[in-house]
């Protein structure tokens, strides 16, 4: 079974520029997670996606964040203009329901130049 | 609101020695406590996760970790660590909802022959 896949492994890109990181997650898992690791903190929760819905976006630092899941299956999230302080790696998680283990994506490394 | 602190950064370690990698956390309501795993290249895995019940929770690859409610810790043990337990790891707490982590800054174990 594959795992949770997410796409490009790594980018870098000019500030101002825009960047799309795509998560696919486990076959038939309704709950889709993204977090972010800034260089040497923390992973920090952005969202939590039920299906095609957004559950909880309370982690999302600003207007230039948008994570989309249409159809309920791959979710992407785009940076737009990126700024330097978005630089970092970005995870995906899926779970097949919220109690369930959550299974991490190998994470998209952004740096932002 | 909660927060987790690993105040190690760095735990370097010969093999077969044993290794206890710290993690206390704050929350004003009770919470689950878990540790993931990062191995270089991978995504983060789950060791071991405490919901309730028995307070020493044993996990994947040898590793346990015991709650302890009055000191707000959930510290990861193992007894002889090898080569391959060189990783990350990180501790994380998640209220009943399960729908967010927060995560700690991370341990990087660093086992030497």
């Known amino acids: 079974e594959a795992g949770v896949t997410q796409f490009p492994s790594h980018s870098v890109i000019e500030k101002g520029q825009t960047v799309t990181l795509r998560c696919d997650p486990i076959?038939?898992?309704?709950?889709l997670y993204w977090y972010r690791r800034v260089m040497g903190k923390e992973i920090k929760f952005l969202l939590h996606?039920?299906?095609?819905?957004?559950?909880?976006e309370s982690g999302m630092p600003n207007n230039r964040f948008l994570a989309e899941r249409t159809g309920g299956t791959y979710s992407t999230l785009k940076v737009q203009p990126a700024e330097l302080e978005d630089s970092g790696v970005y995870f995906c998680?899926?779970?097949?329901?919220?109690?369930?283990?959550?299974?991490f994506g190998e994470g998209s490394w952004l740096t932002v130049v | 609101a909660q927060s987790v602190t690993q105040l190690d950064s760095q735990v370097p370690v010969f093999e077969e020695a044993p290794v206890e990698l710290r993690c206390n956390y704050s929350?004003?309501?009770?919470?689950?406590l878990f540790w993931y795993v990062q191995y270089p290249n991978q995504g983060l895995q789950l060791l071991l996760k405490?919901?309730?019940?028995?307070?020493l929770v044993k996990g994947i690859n040898g590793f346990e970790a015991e709650f302890n409610k009055s000191q707000t810790s959930f510290h990861l043990r193992k007894p002889s660590v090898h080569i391959s337990d060189t990783a990350e790891y990180f501790c994380?707490?998640?209220?009943?909802?399960?729908?967010?982590?927060?995560f700690g800054s991370g341990t990087k174990l660093n086992v030497k022959p």
């Open positions: 076959s038939g898992h309704d709950n």
């Open positions: 996606f039920v299906k095609e819905s957004k559950q909880d």
């Open positions: 405490y919901l309730s019940g028995s307070t």
């Open positions: 998680a899926s779970s097949q329901d919220v109690r369930d283990t959550i299974y």
């Open positions: 929350s004003s309501v009770s919470v689950y």
């Open positions: 994380a707490v998640s209220k009943y909802n399960f729908n967010k982590f927060y």
